[in-house]
């Protein structure tokens, strides 16, 4: 299955405007919980230009999702400081969403209602034909009137998806999204991803644990060290778009699967 992205074109339906770049300088996070210090970031250092789709790869516990949380405004850094064009991130705000591992919808609000929670949110004046624009484009029309615990973990996604896209945020954050989903659904929701995001100018950072889907999906990867984390290897994706899940055999694909898998396992195997 072949996406359609082709990024040199206009995109008819962005509201975004060319921004969402990402500066990160020296971030430090430390928590305290039950009289103990965890670093979970380490002089962490990034730049993220606008549009583009980074991945970040990393062991467990290395501070990755600490990283999306304080470039979302959940968690305030120790020390150093992050920037959103180039203004410093102080607290959440709408021109960022968060996709999570495990869908986050309201289990008493309907598919369609949970979609317009974004829109609303933004007090778009079109709400309601946002919403229906989003409903399309993830492919749940027919069950919009359906609630989240009568959809399979696949369309829960795709509805969580929805509802971050529909506020046309500048930074898509995505916390290992597909990782709860089957390898063959995981393939679809990659697709459709890439498909989506072919009509926005939003920078997406995406955390995976899975190589193959951090090369098909990224311009560039990030791998982070074991705890505390940093970034180790900076990496930019030489694969042409569109992309095909064919792409998977091709030599540059493997080549760099190769690099960043060496470095997985070295800092997993100082993470044990
Ligand atoms: N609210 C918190 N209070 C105390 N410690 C925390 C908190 N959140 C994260 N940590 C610690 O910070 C470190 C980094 O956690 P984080 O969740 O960012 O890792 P991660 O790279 O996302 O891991 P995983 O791949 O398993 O999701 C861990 O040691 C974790 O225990
Ligand atoms: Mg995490």
């Known amino acids: 299955m072949a996406n359609t992205i082709d990024k040199s074109e206009p ?37 993220i230009k606008s549009g583009e789709f980074i991945c970040i790869l990393g062991p467990s516990g290395c501070g990755k999702s600490t990283l999306l949380n304080v470039i979302a405004g959940f968690v305030k850094a120790t020390s150093g400081v992050a920037f959103l064009d180039g203004n410093e991130i102080e607290h959440p705000g709408p021109d960022r969403s968060m996709v999570f591992q495990q869908h986050s919808l309201l289990p008493w609000k309907t598919v369609r209602e949970n979609i317009a929670l974004g829109p609303e949110l933004i007090k778009d004046n079109e709400a309601s034909k946002t919403t229906e624009h989003f409903l399309d484009m993830v492919g749940l029309k027919k069950f919009e009137h359906h609630y989240p615990e009568q959809l399979s973990g696949g369309m829960q996604q795709r509805v969580g998806i929805a509802r971050a896209m529909a506020t046309y945020p500048k930074v898509l954050l995505m916390d290992e999204p597909f990782g709860a989903l089957d390898y063959q659904t995981r393939l679809v929701m990659q697709d459709n991803l890439l498909n989506l995001w072919s009509e926005f100018d939003s920078t997406v950072i995406f955390v995976t644990h899975d190589t193959d889907e951090a090369i098909f999906l990224s311009d560039r990867i990030l791998v982070m060290s074991a705890s505390p984390g940093r970034v180790v290897l900076d990496i930019k994706n030489p694969l042409p778009r569109p992309r095909t899940q064919l792409m998977f055999t091709d030599a540059r694909f493997i080549e760099l699967k190769k690099r960043c898998m060496e470095i997985i396992i070295q800092e997993s195997m100082q993470s044990r």
């Open 11 to 47: 995109k008819a339906n962005s509201r975004t405007s060319a921004s969402g770049s990402i500066v990160a300088q020296d971030l430090e996070v430390i928590f305290t919980a039950n009289g103990l210090n965890t670093i979970a970031l380490e002089r962490t250092n990034l730049s």
